[in-house]
């Protein structure tokens, strides 16, 4: 989900970092993600559950190291060899002392553990950290998967046309795209990821998936779904956001397949010619925004505002209330007294579900599906001062 101020994909990080002389001689990166938790992470953050993640990534590149409880499960010991450090659970307080504790463990992990890089075994660290911090829409991403996500318009960018969502302890696939290498391949949503590009599905986040699933346009990508393999080839992804399909007794179906710029610009055409396909009869629209995975929200209040009263849409409000973003509908909408239809699915995610929210509760559409992905909160992709990436749920 984006805001109004959120109208490019990557947002380079100046929330007051604060990077003071330890930090820059330590560990920059933890210092630089537990800030963003600090600052800026929409929920209080669970310094208990981040040490927890902090010390599970640690061991993954220390093979050295070993953590075990001691007497109490407040208090975690460390060990490699005859080498040993305790850390206590009850005394992390707040981020700055998790801070401390984890930059103890890392320069421990360091010295005795085995660690082969410190840069390795600090992005395994803050990789596990994120993945605990009880949020599953908050994610960390390597810098050579994050250049894959990034798209300037310089270099023509091929993709599977596989989503996909995270699945118990991997992940399945959440859509497939018309006329691409999966649709063509018979994949289908809800099957569940074995491996991608030979890495084990349940090793990745769905940031992760989504690069390893992107690159040159005519590249080959092996998927293994369900004990079967698929060879892709990365082909450029359809253009179309939109998909009109006129029907008897003056009605039309009206697919949104996502919110990307423009949308609410491509709308207002197509009702207007769909308005003159009928000569002013149009009696009807089913708006369809089934595996709608959302996007920008000023299109989705744009969409509605087709349809809604003038008034608010959405608020968006960040951590601790500080800052409170309304996006309302300027005006009566052209089509506010138009019956309406509105379709939804599991994978109506994010600017989907505002637009569906707001239908509804103007009470001016009749929704039928099934019950929507459940995706109430905003990210923003932090680029690192390191070259990697964190997307984290801010309002």
């Known amino acids: 989900m984006k805001t109004s101020t959120m109208r490019v994909w990557v947002i380079v990080a100046t929330m007051a970092l604060c990077v003071h002389s330890a930090s820059a001689k330590g560990f920059e990166t933890i210092h630089e993600v537990l800030r963003h938790f600090q600052v800026a992470f929409v929920e209080r953050a669970n310094t208990s559950s981040l040490l927890l993640g902090a010390l599970e990534g640690l061991t993954q590149k220390a093979p050295g190291c070993e953590v075990v409880l001691k007497g109490s499960p407040e208090l975690f010991l460390l060990r490699a060899g005859k080498k040993r450090i305790s850390i206590s659970r009850g005394s992390l307080r707040d981020i700055p002392e998790l801070e401390k504790a984890i930059s103890k463990a890392a320069s421990f992990a360091l010295k005795y553990g ?79 990821v074995d491996f991608i590009d030979g890495h084990p599905a349940d090793k990745l986040n769905e940031l992760e998936a989504l690069a390893l699933m992107r690159g040159a346009v005519g590249k080959k990508i092996k998927v293994v779904l369900e004990g079967k393999s698929y060879v892709l080839t990365l082909a450029k992804e359809p253009k179309r956001n939109l998909s009109v399909t006129p029907m008897k007794g003056g009605l039309a179906h009206v697919r949104i397949f996502n919110f990307r710029q423009g949308t609410g610009r491509r709308l207002k055409a197509v009702m207007k010619k769909l308005e003159q396909h009928f000569e002013g009869k149009l009696k009807g629209i089913i708006l369809d925004l089934r595996a709608n995975p959302g996007g920008l929200v000023t299109e989705g209040t744009e969409v509605a505002g087709l349809f809604l009263p003038k008034g608010p849409v959405v608020r968006i409000v960040s951590k601790k209330h500080t800052r409170v973003e309304q996006e309302t509908n300027p005006g009566p909408g052209a089509y506010m007294k138009l019956p309406l239809v509105l379709m939804v699915d ?32 905003v990210q923003v992709i932090l680029e690192l001062m390191d070259g990697s990436a964190l997307k984290l749920s801010t309002g």
């Open 114 to 192: 085995e660690a082969k890089s410190k840069r390795q075994l600090e992005h395994a660290i803050v990789r596990q950290m994120v993945a605990h911090c009880g949020d599953k829409w908050s994610v960390f991403l390597e810098s050579k998967l994050y250049l894959e996500l990034l798209d300037d318009g310089t270099k023509e960018v091929g993709s599977t046309g596989m989503l996909v969502e995270p699945w118990k302890d991997g992940l399945r696939v959440l859509d497939v795209l018309e006329q691409t290498s999966a649709f063509k391949a018979g994949i289908k949503p809800g099957m569940v």
């Open 346 to 377: 599991h994978r109506s995610a994010s600017v989907s579900e505002i637009v569906t929210m707001a239908l509804r509760d103007y009470k001016r559409a009749r929704i039928v599906g099934t019950k929507t992905l459940g995706k109430g909160t």
